[in-house]
């Protein structure tokens, strides 16, 4: 199994900053999506990248996958306390594998 | 529609104890799957199914039985409840595994339930 590295681990801002978080791993993916979990609930898909350096933008989150298909980010502008959850990146291998995650904290 | 709904949404058991979850799709998806959320271990494939009928194991199968009787149910069983079966365990569906073009197909996921074993 080929891990997917999610970093960092634990985001904590304030309303307004801009962050971004990343997903690494060290072979080539066929693609990658990403997934917000709020608390007690389950994730939610925001976004698959399929082509190397394709960019995805969901109002003021956007999504790059890396020229190598082994990374991708996701930025958001202008962070709201709506955003507060957990992000997750998943590839696919045969069957989705998941990423730990990184937790985003979005305070007023 | 519903989506994906899950019963119960939090059980507690003792050790040895049985129980299966329910999960249930109205989206009509061929796909369905059970996952396990730990802290620090993000989600983990225990089984899935690729349509009514059939079952294949994931990651993580060892303790849990699963069965597709009915296309929209996909059940997961505990026959004998451990301490490290406690976790919060999500069910999903979709229409297909990988769409044309080699993307994965989106997953929808069920609202969890919280396990508890003593």
């Known amino acids: 199994t080929q891990l997917l590295e999610q970093s960092p681990q634990f985001l904590s801002i304030q309303e307004g900053e801009n962050l971004t978080v990343y997903c690494n791993s060290s072979s080539v993916f066929s693609s990658l999506q990403w997934y917000r979990q709020e608390p007690g609930e389950g994730p939610v898909l925001l976004v698959t990248v399929v082509t190397g350096g394709e960019v995805k933008k969901l109002k003021r989150l956007t999504f790059q996958f890396g020229d190598a298909r082994k990374d991708s980010s996701l930025h958001i502008t202008a962070a709201q306390p709506g955003d507060t959850g957990l992000y997750l990146c998943?590839?696919?291998?045969?069957?989705?594998?998941f990423g730990k995650g990184t937790k985003l904290s979005v305070k007023p | 529609n519903a989506g994906v709904t899950q019963t119960p949404k939090f059980r507690v058991l003792k050790t040895g104890q049985s129980m299966t979850l329910l999960c249930a799709q109205d989206m009509n998806h061929e796909y369905m799957y059970w996952y396990r959320q730990d802290p620090g271990m993000g989600l983990r494939l225990i089984h899935y199914?690729?349509?009514?009928?059939?079952?294949a194991k994931g990651e993580v199968p060892d303790g849990y039985n699963v069965s597709r009787l009915k296309k929209q149910n996909f059940l997961l069983g505990l026959e004998s409840a451990a301490p490290s079966q406690t976790s919060v365990y999500f069910c999903a569906s979709s229409w297909r595994g990988v769409r044309r073009g080699g993307s994965e197909e989106t997953q929808y996921f069920g609202p969890g339930t919280r396990l508890l074993v003593l």
């Open positions: 199914s690729v349509g009514e009928g059939t079952t």
């Open positions: 998943a590839r696919s291998q045969g069957n989705l594998i």
